[in-house]
Nanobody, 119 residues
Framework: QVQLVESGGGLVQAGGSLRLSCATS????????MGWFRQAPGKEREFVAS????????TYVDSVKGRFTISRDNARKTVYLQMDSLKPEDTAVYYC????????????WGQGTQVTVHS
C-alpha cells in the first residue's frame, strides 16, 4: 500500500502562483510514476503532469506546459507541482496519484486539495 497526502491548495489571484505538495508513505519503493490530476466542477478528471520516480522524466498536458513544473524529492518522498501564471480555468480539485508499473493504471490516490483562481 502507498498513502498519499496533498497540501498547498488555496485561493489565488489570476497570474499568481501556488505550490502543491504530495507526501508519500508506505511501500514507496514500489512507485514507478507519480502524477497530478485535476477535476473541475461538472468536468471529467484530467491528467495534468507526471514524473518518473527514478530518473525524473516528466510529461505535461498541453494546457499547463510552460506554466506548471512537476518535481520530486526522493529523500523526502514528496512530489511537488509548482503552478505559475495561474488562470481561472485552472480552478479545480487537484489530486496526486501513484502507479507501480509502466503499463498500469494509477492505483493510489490522495484526498485532493482545492485550488481556486479568481480573476
Amino acid at each position: 500500500q502507498v498513502q498519499l497526502v496533498e497540501s498547498g491548495g488555496g485561493l489565488v489571484q489570476a497570474g499568481g502562483s501556488l505550490r502543491l505538495s504530495c507526501a508519500t508513505s508506505g511501500r514507496t519503493f514500489s512507485i514507478y510514476t507519480m502524477g497530478w490530476f485535476r477535476q473541475a466542477p461538472g468536468k471529467e478528471r484530467e491528467f495534468v503532469a507526471s514524473i518518473r520516480w527514478s530518473g525524473g522524466v516528466t510529461t505535461y498536458v498541453d494546457s499547463v506546459k510552460g506554466r506548471f513544473t512537476i518535481s520530486r524529492d526522493n529523500a523526502r518522498k514528496t512530489v511537488y507541482l509548482q503552478m505559475d501564471s495561474l488562470k481561472p480555468e485552472d480552478t479545480a480539485v487537484y489530486y496526486c496519484a501513484a502507479r507501480v508499473t509502466a503499463g498500469d493504471v494509477y492505483k493510489y490516490w490522495g484526498q485532493g486539495t482545492q485550488v481556486t483562481v479568481h480573476s
